[in-house]
């Protein structure tokens, strides 16, 4: 799996491969079933580069906040946000192609 890495600033525009972020709050049962589906999901997608973002955080408040999205976890490809609490995996999976394939 890609390593998951904390985010407190805005990923540099050198990033190689696709970037996904999530803000997260503490305790939040949706953002844990995230994780779960991220395990299953990712050794597919080799080159994602994954951020753990926590909401009180600058970046984690530019993510929410600032686009009106109060509830998490708040799921962000390549800085545009495809899901709100839950995704689907087939949903999930059809993102994350579509961004390999330039979509």
Known sequence: MA???????P????????L??????PECADCR???ALLERV?????????HE???ETARGMAISVERGVLRFPV???DDQVIAV???AEPAFRAALDARRDGR
């Open 33 to 35: 079933r995230f994780e």
């Open 75 to 77: 799921i962000v490809l």
């Open 85 to 87: 609490e839950s995704v």
């Open 42 to 50: 990712l050794p597919d997608y080799p080159e994602v580069e994954v």
């Open 3 to 9: 390593a998951r890495q904390s985010s407190e600033r």
């Open 11 to 18: 990923p540099s525009s050198s990033t190689r491969g696709p």
């Open 20 to 25: 996904l972020e999530y803000v997260t709050i």
């Open 53 to 55: 973002v926590a909401a």
